[in-house]
Structure formats: structure tokens, C-alpha cells
């Protein structure tokens, strides 16, 4: 059945009590896009209610949160302080959302944590600890530059600034954890100043995006443009 609106699935964490939670600015981007936005809280039987839910929903947002368990690409000798608010539970739902929204060309676009889940569940691995990406000023405040991929589609949503070597805009940053290995069939799309992985992307689907920073709380074309692209793609598909 086709929505009157896009329904854009957004993920959410929980904390210690039980209680799910979710920065309300994810789903007032959505909205403001012109989707609908509806929640996912992480469930046990993660591989079968993730077929259901991606049938359900014309798009995903992948949100932020906390770190996703090392062994999860892979590592199994790591320094466990590293690794903050870990969740298995969010983990096994997440992965598995990701994974078949991939396969099913479902418009999907990771935030923070989001592209990192993005990673993961499709064959990358992820740095445990970087230094200085963890921002003091408030939230909808830039707090570095990044380098935009020229021919990329993040570089045909953004309003462009050009120089000599290449497209840039200014992001905010809440993150100590980022993307190392790029699954297969991605292509990294911008960088920051100490090459640092901002964002990645599917060429072979038809809206597959993830970024590093927080675009739900940013003002900049650039910001808003992302999700308005998500919802459109869900639209149209």
C-alpha cells in the first residue's frame, strides 16, 4: 500500500530502567521533511520483526547512540573502557535493519552511530577510540570542516563552496568512534581535516547514505538537505 506520506522508520535506544529514548530532533526533521516519522525500539527476535518493519516503512533512519560491541567486526581484544552504553540487543536489531534494508533498496540514511551501524552490518569495521571529534559546543554548532567527494551525491545536495581542492561545509561532531574499513560496494564521500571518515555511500542504491555527524540539529543546506532527501526517496519509492 502507498502511504499518503512517507513513513520513515527511526531506531531508538534504551536505558538501564527499560525506558526507550530518542532526541526528539530526529523525528522533527522528519516531519519538517514531510514524512512521517515512527519509532523502532530494538526487540528480541531481531532478524524476523526486521523483515516485517522493513516492509512496513517506505524509509530508515539509523540514529545515534552508543558504542556498538567490538566483536561485532571482529574485535576481541580491546580495552573494554573504550566502549561506551553498549547494547546487544540494539546491536543484533540495528544490524539486522540495516543489512535488509540494504537488500531490499530501502532509502536509509545513518546518523552517528548510524553510519557506523551501517558499516558494521555490511562488512566494515570501525576505529574504537579517535581523539577530538567529541565537540563542547552546543549541538546545532559546526565545529569542523569536512571535504565533500566532488561527484558524489552528497556533493549534488550540499550548497556548494569550492577552492582549488575541493567541496566543503562545516559539521558539528559528538563522536570518539568512526568508520575504518568501508564495506564493500561503498564509496567514502567526505572526510574531516585529519582524514577521518565523515560520511559514505551506496552508488548502487537509490538512496543508501551514511554520516558521521548530526544533521537533526543543524540549520545549514546541507543539513536539511539530507533528510529531505530521505523522505523524497522514500516517497518515490
Not at 67 to 96: K, M, N, Q, T
Not at 187 to 194: L, N, Q
Request: aromatic letters at 8%; charged letters at 25%.
Amino acid at each position: 500500500m502507498k502511504h499518503l506520506y512517507p513513513i520513515i522508520g527511526i531506531s531508538c535506544g534504551f536505558n538501564a530502567d527499560g525506558d526507550y529514548f530518542l532526541r526528539r530532533q530526529y523525528c522533527d526533521a522528519v516531519a519538517r521533511a514531510g514524512g512521517v516519522p515512527v519509532i523502532l525500539p530494538p526487540v528480541r527476535s531481531e532478524v524476523e520483526v526486521a523483515e516485517n518493519v522493513i516492509g512496513s516503512i517506505d524509509g530508515l533512519l539509523l540514529s545515534g547512540g552508543g558504542d556498538i560491541e567490538p566483536e561485532r567486526f571482529g574485535v576481541y581484544d580491546y580495552d573494554a573502557s573504550l566502549v561506551g552504553e553498549p547494547s546487544p540487543e540494539r546491536d543484533a536489531y540495528e544490524l539486522a535493519l540495516a543489512r535488509r534494508a540494504y537488500e531490499y533498496d530501502l532509502p536509509t540514511l545513518g546518523i552517528c552511530r548510524g553510519i557506523q551501524t551501517i558499516a558494521v552490518a555490511l562488512g566494515g569495521s570501525l576505529h574504537l577510540d579517535i581523539p577530538n571529534h567529541k565537540q563542547s559546543l552546543p549541538r546545532p554548532e559546526p565545529s569542523h570542516e569536512i571535504a565533500i567527494a566532488p561527484d558524489s551525491r552528497l556533493a549534488r545536495l550540499m550548497d556548494t563552496t569550492e577552492n582549488e581542492t575541493g567541496q566543503f561545509d562545516r559539521v558539528n561532531s559528538f563522536h570518539h568512534q568512526a568508520v575504518d574499513r568501508v564495506p564493500d560496494g561503498f564509496v567514502v564521500t567526505a572526510r574531516s581535516p585529519d582524514n577521518i571518515i565523515e560520511a559514505i555511500e551506496s552508488p548502487n542504491r537509490r538512496f543508501y547514505v551514511g554520516v558521521q555527524w548530526h544533521p537533526e540539529h543543524m540549520t545549514s543546506p546541507l543539513a536539511l538537505r539530507l533528510i529531505d532527501a530521505l523522505a523524497k526517496a522514500a516517497a518515490e519509492r
